[in-house]
């Protein structure tokens, strides 16, 4: 029951829209201030669970449910947002609170649950996966993560592994344009494969545009043009939270290029560890990321700690707001970057 934890983000963002005023900015607070604080008091956890133990968890559908209920969550929040800016005069402070607590809940329940739904085989979870993207305006995701990173990751081919000495501010611009760029080339690809035309109903890249695009235009019509740009803006601060994820995650880690000119299988070496708990509870164990890589059809709930694995000296809440100050994160991670990469 810990991964109810998951839920706090999205609960506070409810409650900074119902009660207005300083609430608004109770989730980033939280997210970016207390959170990393609680990090560095909170124990880590770095046992595993045996075979009969991850056998039992991953069979139990109550796990699954809680990434269910995420979608309620998303676009409950959403409504609730919308119409109180719609009914409410709330001054540009409190617009701007709201932006980054809606927008700080799409990022972590909406793509960060989208990527767990999207690994899996059942149809009705992708589609639901895909449904949570549609807020962040992030749909391709779903094609480029799962045919380019995965396959990619830590080499220069993959536009979401950040280099050594990469500023976080530079690596946004490479990764929102690569991956977007590279989902096209894969959809291209797929058609190709399947010998499918580009209108075909099964190319997904198409249908996403289409998605985005019915999106914003019902939100402009239920909640006018300030609807429409909170919606863009909140959207906007949910892929950036995913993406500063992504920087942390890969950060300088490298594969290395074997005399056949292919690179070196992933291993549990080309992703950052972190057994911090409060990370590892909201973002339903993501930070066990090295694991994922490793064996990417394993479910959160059974991700394993990795002795081998490059390990994050402070947890993803922390590793966050570090990033985003260039010069301390250098100073901090350099050192940990392995030798060999």
Known sequence: MKYLGA????????????????????????????????????????????EEEKISRSKKVLYDIMLYVNVLFIFSLLYFAQLTLLTKNIPLWQWIGLVFSVG???????????????????????????????????????IEHNHGHHLNVATPEDPSTARKNQNIYAFWVQTVSGTYI???????????????????I???MLWFQLMHALYLLLTFILF????????VFAGFVGLLLLETINYIEHYGLERKKLAS????RVSE???????HSAGRIILYELTRHSDHHFKVTKKYQILEHKDQS????????CSMVMALVPPLWFSVMNKEVPVNS
């Open 104 to 142: 700080i809940v799409l990022g972590s329940n909406g793509i960060n649950v989208a990527h767990e739904l999207g690994h899996r085989n059942k149809k009705f979870e992708r589609i639901l996966a895909k449904i949570l993207l549609l807020p962040s305006f992030y749909t391709h995701f779903f």
């Open 7 to 50: 839920y706090i983000l999205p609960l506070l963002a409810a409650l900074g829209i119902y009660l207005l005023g300083f609430y608004t900015w109770l989730t980033p607070v939280f997210t970016f201030g207390l959170l990393p604080i609680l990090e560095q008091y909170l124990p880590k956890d770095s046992q595993n669970y045996d």
């Open 182 to 200: 590279q989902a096209w080339q894969i959809q291209n690809n797929l058609n190709k494969r399947n010998n499918t035309s580009f209108w075909s």
């Open 261 to 264: 000119g292919r690179y070196e």
């Open 269 to 275: 070496l080309h992703s950052w560890n972190s057994n």
């Open 310 to 317: 490059p390990q994050l000296p402070y947890g993803y809440p």
């Open 202 to 204: 099964n190319n997904d």
């Open 224 to 231: 006018s043009i300030q609807g429409l740009l909170f919606a």
